[in-house]
């Protein structure tokens, strides 16, 4: 590298990168209110996680198809908002008014700033702090488990419980073996869990899966986050029986906007470029395919 034999490149790609995050189970009373869920997403500190764990080298997920043109952004407009003004007394207003955006510690803003936004919804959602632990009205503690079986996420999770600790929620580790792992995500056995949902350029029946109500009982199915919405029902068969090109991607971005102002989970990161080194005598077209690197156009100058 330092002679220039070798170079390094990182090209970017559109290849739909999905969303993986902390899923919360809203099975669970404590995780049943939107206000809460959201209270939950300021305490993550991702610039910190990126900056210290990653070397800098992702970006922040803010869409269930990020990467894609199938993500939504902004506000709704045009077809997407005809859309969802069918649902308009059923969704939070700001689905409306103000695009949907992940807390940040990036200046002006800070962790402590991001903490007491999450401090004024959880009061606001009935739970309080008493002799310096998070309890709802009842006096009960609010208590948050994280399930892994993989040790080398809890470098991860230890900076995000410290924040959670500081908002008063009593939140630990709970690794298990694979099997036992397996066993208890099939019965929805807990609160937190880190998933990834993956998604391709053509979404479809496999949305049924991941978001629909008729799958919130039923064992081993992927509706981890137990979203039982009837709005998002319908635009799931709106996604499903899309005639053409631009309706998909207008009702995918409809679903997309529902989802996160359901806040159903904790968006983590992903990855926009592919990181290559190569040798100095070969060559690539300057554009790319949306599917990132394509050998077969490279040449040996």
Do not use: C
Not at 93 to 119: D, G, H, Q
Not at 251 to 262: E, F, H, K, M, P
Not at 270 to 291: C, G
């Amino acid at each position: 590298f330092d002679s220039g034999e070798l170079i390094k490149e990182e090209i970017k790609h559109e290849r739909p990168s999905g969303m993986q995050a902390f899923v919360l189970n809203t099975r669970k009373a404590y995780l049943s209110d939107p206000k809460v869920r959201r209270a939950l997403t300021y305490a993550f500190d991702f610039e910190w996680t990126n900056s210290n764990l990653f070397h800098s080298a992702y970006k922040r997920s803010s869409s269930y198809f990020e990467n894609s043109e199938l993500a939504s952004s902004g506000v709704p407009e045009g077809e997407e908002l005809a859309i969802l003004e069918k649902f308009k007394k059923q969704l939070p207003a700001e689905v409306f008014t103000t695009p949907y955006s992940v807390p940040s510690t990036a200046k002006p803003n800070s962790i402590r700033k991001n903490l007491r936004s999450a401090m004024s919804l959880l009061k606001e959602a009935g739970y309080d702090v008493k002799n310096g632990k998070r309890v709802d009205q009842n006096g009960n503690p609010f208590k948050l488990e994280f399930l892994m079986f993989q040790k080398d996420f809890e470098r991860v999770v230890q900076p995000f419980i410290k924040n959670l600790e500081r908002l008063g929620i009593d939140a630990r580790i709970t690794v298990v073996d694979t099997t036992q792992y397996i066993n208890r995500l099939r019965d929805f056995d807990f609160d937190v869990v880190v998933s990834g949902i993956g998604q391709s350029n053509s979404p479809g029946n496999e949305q049924r899966e991941y978001w629909s109500s008729s799958k919130v009982a039923v064992p081993g199915s992927r509706n981890y986050a137990g979203i039982n919405d009837p709005v998002v029902d319908e635009l799931i068969e709106m996604v499903i029986s899309s005639p053409d090109r631009q309706s998909l991607i207008t009702s995918t971005r409809a679903l997309d906007r529902v989802l996160l102002w359901g806040h159903y989970a904790i968006p983590n990161w992903y990855n926009p470029v592919d990181r290559i080194a190569y040798s100095k005598k070969l060559a690539h077209p300057e554009v790319t395919p949306k599917s990132g690197i394509y050998l077969d156009a490279w040449w040996v100058k």
